[in-house]
């Protein structure tokens, strides 16, 4: 079989990717893992900036988000007993977050995939791309015991950190960049009313929380703990109490608590492969970085790669011109590693560091107090936090 662009992972990139493509006549074939009901199963982002609204309403799939989701033009920062507004509208000329969830997004991506045809094989076995560095590259994989092999003119690497196409690439070939933070945050979504209209992000001596939502009646809680911690350790009344103690008082009074629904813990990383195309395998979104989730800029981030993507390989389709895929690693990295800092920002500001001692302590105070004190300091935070441009 032959397409012209296969992509392997259906997680939003590859999705979003895939339908981008398919408006412009552009034939694509997703390769994904999971079953279906996995992928869909996934609960993880949940804040999206306005280029994100922005691409999801050209790649048509914004119908239900215009309807459930809901624009929020700020969000408070709890530290000292104390909820402190960043207003994100009033620092960046109106600028607003989506809250709408990524399993709500790849759902409708998925929807929007069937209706038009889309080519998506799920449960693909050891799904490998060959000959990238050449014109003629293919992708290979195992379905129900039979092999198989797509022949195309680009493979898009979209299948997340743990995926095959970036760990196809000579080490010699890529430069990475680590760090890993010695915390994560335990999760749980609850459907139970949100603990305010807006997120809260609370610093607190016992460690990192964040009060965010789904809806009105689905919310979604975290608190930063080891990172070597056991979910069966946190029954839902343990998370609650330690939740409750990280938040002011008034707003822990007021806390709506339930039974968790789902409940995890994800390790905080921060990471980056250079570059990101590797003759015609390009990868994107989390298969090429990660950032550690404070500040909102996973999923994000895997959609500028998308748009910088979805524009180099549609110039070349149209009309022979190469030169946004040439510049495809270079123009996604510089916004890459602008997140990379605002999140590895964010993540120092907002969590207890067990190992630095009292001075790394009363530094970062001074830091929240004088955040919440300049106008400048809050429209920085603000306008990344709405996110920078796709340029
Ligand atoms: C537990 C968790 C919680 C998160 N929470 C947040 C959050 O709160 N806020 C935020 O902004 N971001 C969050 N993120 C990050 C955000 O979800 C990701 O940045 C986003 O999913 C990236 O999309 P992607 O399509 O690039 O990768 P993924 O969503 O990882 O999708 C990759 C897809 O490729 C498939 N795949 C993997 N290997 C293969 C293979 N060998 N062959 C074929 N298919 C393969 C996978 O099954 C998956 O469906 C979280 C991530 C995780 C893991």
Known sequence: ?????????????????????????????VLERRERAYVLGRIRAGVLEQGLVAMLREAKVAERMEAEGELHEGFDIAFGGRRHRIDLAGHTNGAAVMVYGQTEITRDLYDARDAMGGLIVHEAVDVTPHDFDSDAPYLTYRKDGREHRIDCDFIAGCDGFHGASR?????SALK???????????????ETPPASDELIYSNHERGFALCSMRSRSLSRYYVQVLVDEKLDEWPDERFWDELRMRLPEETAQSLVTGVSIEKSIAPLRSFV??????????????????????????LNLAASDIYFLSRGLIDYYRTGDESGLASYSQKALDRVWKAERFSWW?????????????FAARIQRAELDYLVKSSAAMAALAENYVGLPYE
């Open 273 to 298: 492969a250079e570059p990101m195309r590797h003759g015609r395998l390009l990868l994107a979104g989390d298969a090429a970085h990660i950032v550690p989730p404070t500040g909102a800029k996973g």
């Open 346 to 358: 964010m993540t120092e500001l907002l969590h207890r560091f067990q190992d630095r001692g009292p």
């Open 167 to 171: 760990k196809s690439i000579p080490t």
């Open 1 to 29: 079989m032959r397409v012209q662009v296969g992509i392997i992972g259906g997680g939003p990139s590859g999705l979003l990717l895939s339908q981008l493509l398919h408006l412009q006549g552009i034939e694509t074939i």
């Open 176 to 190: 990475e960049y680590e760090r890993v933070y010695p915390f994560g945050w335990l999760g749980v979504l609850s």
